[in-house]
């Protein structure tokens, strides 16, 4: 089995103090960090931009996981990997053509990342799969932080293993949405190889950041 990742998603960091935050998670042993896009328009909700991320990447050396929930997406890739994106994780709803936009995100030498909402068939991006460095399973609706974990998305990440595995992909298989200490052990055991998680990482154990990580982490 892969070593299992935490990427935080710093949508539950203290919001005046992202910079610290982020060098933070750095010391207490994140792996990468997530950084939750929001436009208002694709989801109900609005967060930050290019500008926020170029200021962020100077606190650490971490891969930016830069999952964008923005539509139409295509347009502002190269913006994101100016930035300072390592993956750039797009939704195949945003874009009115997924296979130009995997290619825009190789060719500008990122990582490809593509989501499937709960409700999105992993059929939908079968002839994709063979060009992501990522597939990122939500198990909630995106928008927020803090929603309650969808059981139903197990089956999906325990398909997308047994296609990984039947085909030789390389996709890493990252869960985000209401990952708590209870249902880790399952999406770990369904294929998944990188946790994303924001309020238990920021808000569980008092803040420990640290202990919150290692402990997702606990097969
Ligand atoms: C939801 C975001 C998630 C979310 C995770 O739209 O994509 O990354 O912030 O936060 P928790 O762990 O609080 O569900
Ligand atoms: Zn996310």
């Known amino acids: 089995m892969k070593k299992i990742q935490i990427s935080p998603s710093i949508l539950s960091a203290d919001f005046s ?10 010391d207490a042993g994140a792996d990468m960090i997530h950084v939750d896009v929001m436009d208002g328009h694709f989801v109900p909700n609005l967060t930050i931009g290019p500008p926020v991320i170029k200021a ?19 347009k502002y890739i190269k913006d994101f990997a100016d930035a300072g994106a390592d993956i ?3 939704h ?6 997924l296979a130009e936009s995997i290619k825009h995100i190789k060719s500008l030498k990122k990582k490809v990342g593509i989501s499937l909402n709960p409700n999105t068939d992993v059929g939908i991006i079968e002839n994709h799969l063979g060009d992501a460095d990522l597939i990122l399973v939500m198990s ?16 999906k990440i325990e398909l997308l293993k047994k296609i990984k595995d039947d085909r030789n992909y390389n996709y890493d298989i990252e869960v985000d949405g209401g990952i708590n200490f209870s249902n880790s052990k399952n999406v770990i055991n369904a294929g998944a190889n990188i ?12 803040g420990n950041i640290k202990k919150n ?3 997702l982490k606990e097969v």
């Open 17 to 26: 103090q992202l910079g610290n935050e982020i060098k933070r998670l750095e």
């Open 56 to 74: 962020l990447r100077d606190y650490s050396e971490l891969t930016f996981d830069v999952h964008l929930m923005i539509s139409p997406v295509h």
């Open 88 to 90: 750039i994780t797009i």
């Open 92 to 97: 195949p709803e945003a874009t009115d053509n």
């Open 140 to 155: 909630v609706y995106p928008g927020f932080g803090g929603q309650k974990f969808i059981p139903e998305v197990i089956e």
């Open 195 to 206: 946790l994303v998680s924001g309020t238990t990482i920021f808000k569980e154990n008092n």
């Open 213 to 215: 990580i290692e402990t």
